[in-house]
DNA sequence: TCCACCCATTAACCTATTGAAATGCTGGAA
DNA sequence: TTCCAGCATTTCAATAGGTTAATGGGTGGA
């Protein structure tokens, strides 16, 4: 495992996450970093990286800005069906399918490093802890959704939206992305409605209400949570799905 | 690829249904078969196999019944998450994982096979077919999952309820359970509401809805769908999601 | 044969959430 | 400096779906 205090790098929000989830060896850190540096590119906000139906050849790792994934139905009505964070992976091993059923569009203007699927079979070949990573980054991702499925499901308004808040600010932890109880939160009441399956209009109440009893402060992008217990007890949030914390 | 017209054995279904999402080799099909015998296990119906929390060190292919996987909050409510039907796999992968985060529940008399973990991991090493079909497997849980958070968050009930049926209808016709336009659906009102995200007395309504206009019939645990075109245009279903077809 | 129990069904009432539409705010383009 | 576009906010009427509770049917066990 290699030092990661400081810099790291660009790479260096995925390979903290990666060591959370599932540490790299010394090798894997210096393959990825050098994989991430040979395919850099970046988008502008409102961008589409993958469409519904494509199919797709590469991997892409997200080192900084916001994504979404999200299906719409022929009528226009849209479910974003999750966020895309900093250190995360867009679509590892997707290359297998025939096609991609989402869409993936970024929220944010984003930077994210590509790695073609041959460089990266190859990686995952030669690099055991690596390949392990994805993996669980594939896993972890099939829990987020199941979270969401629950979320949207079963829980009533106040919850879905504070529940919400809980899971990204968790994910932004470990990342460096959270400074006191702030982080940036770049994304519009329309998209947070589309996340959280509520319209417009009952979203903005909802937060209006949170914003009321104290628990939250969203403005300018930004998300202050002021009583962090508070605000999970209120979102029946419990954090094992984020697998944050490594077994003994 | 092997012959899997009449039988197949024990396996029958998950090889019919990796042969249609990623074909198998001959000699992957005759490990994956070899595997399967040596671990055999049933179970009845309303048993845990899995549950929140638990870690787990082995890999699990229903072979027949259905379970489901679902998650429950603090104070009861329930949502179910997805259903494991016959040929389906239970974790593959998620050994690497510490801790699961949902549940596995029969729904009715089960039968799998068990395969332990270091088994598994040799058997995914020696046959890249077969290693391919299992990462297909998660992957198109993964797409599964998403189009339940748009069931969920975005469609109204007689959508969800239809949608349900549609993609159940579609995931047992592949492994050979649908016959003429009727399926086995064992599970209570009670375990629809849950997962479709309704109450059971607005779930019952719907049921009625759909059952008066003619597009369903549900009765001693079978599905019938009179009318599968107008349940799919009733439901936004597109069955794109399910990777039920191979690319040219 | 009767009793429980589980599941499906129905009814009546209630409320969380939706939808449409208008108003205001803010920052960037011209 | 003005204007426009994209967001946030508010109001109000309408409704989909929830809650509670009662009823009925079927089935397996004592």
Redesign the interface.
Known sequence: MRSQGTDGGLAQAVIRRFNVL?PLSESAVAALEQAVLEGLFRAGPGEDLVA??D?IESVRIVLSGWLF?H?T???G???I??FILPGETCDA??Y????I??SITTATPVAYAEIKRVRFEKLMASERTLA?AF??E??????I??????N????VALEKVAHLFCEIYERLRPVGLVEGNSCSFPVTQMDLA?A??LSVVHLNRTIQELRATGLITLRDRTLTISDLDALKSAA?FSP??L?L???A
């Open positions: 599932r519904e139906g199919q994934r299906k139905l022929e009528d009505r849209r479910q069906v999750n091993h997707a297998l399918l025939p096609s059923d989402h392990e993996m669980c594939t896993l972890l991702n099939n829990a959704q199941r979270e969401w499925a629950i949207l499901g079963r829980r589309d959280t399956g029946l094992t799905y697998q914390y490594r077994r």
